[in-house]
């Protein structure tokens, strides 16, 4: 019963974001489609308006490659993993953009053996997805620290930067799909990674100071010990 509660929920959520997906996709096709109808009647070379175009081509392209994280049947995979490991992967696939841009990157383990329960795909998605804003937050030579430890029966993630800030108004609405102050934003990065927070039973908060930086902390319960034996056994 809660199961197929749940379930509905899930479809009212994709149902509404469908319908934004869809007003999201239309105006960019528009556009597009009015440069082209200009260039035509007017016999103007499409080379002016080719930025243009490819810009909006774009802007749909990365919404619907980010709407089908949201969407996309994939079974999600729950098992033991490391989160020390998923930092791992999310620095080794950040690196080269970070040294690209000249920021830095600090990473702090309290203890290695920090195992959650989760979809490994979905948790490296949730921090690349963060990890990502906060480089489009600095405009260069910034620096990015990333912390894992555990607290209790959590474990605590920690993902700050010394971007530019979020606006005290803004800070409730960072979460909800399409909000963006970027240009060519989609809006919905940080509500993929409200979802997958939620699917692993997770909390996140966002603290953040004009001009100084931003900071994403995330919790999530630790594998048991009956859970952790699944982690050696699967080794
Ligand atoms: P997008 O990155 O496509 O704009 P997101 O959902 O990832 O969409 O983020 C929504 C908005 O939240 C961003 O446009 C930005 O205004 C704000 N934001 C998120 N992370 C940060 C950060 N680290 N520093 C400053 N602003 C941020
Ligand atoms: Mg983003």
Redesign the pocket.
Known sequence: REEHLLRSEKLRVVGELASGMAHEIRNPLTTVKGFLQISKANGYNIENWYALIMDEINRMSDLTAEFLQFSKPHATQFRVHSLHECFQRVISLTESEATRLGHEILYECTQEQINVVMDQDKMVQLLL??V???Y??MPENGVISLRLNRQNQYAVLEIA?T????PAD?LE???HPF????DS?????????HKIVQDHQGTIE?E?FIDQ??K?TITFPLASKDEEQDLIHAA
Not at 163 to 166: L, N, P, Q, S, T
Not at 179 to 182: E, H, I, R
């Open positions: 997805n963060i990502k804003n906060a489009e937050a930067d971007g530019k800030g979020i803004q609405k960072i979460f909000f963006t102050t970027k934003g989609t809006g919905l990065g940080l509500s993929i990674c966002v953040s930086g931003t994403f």
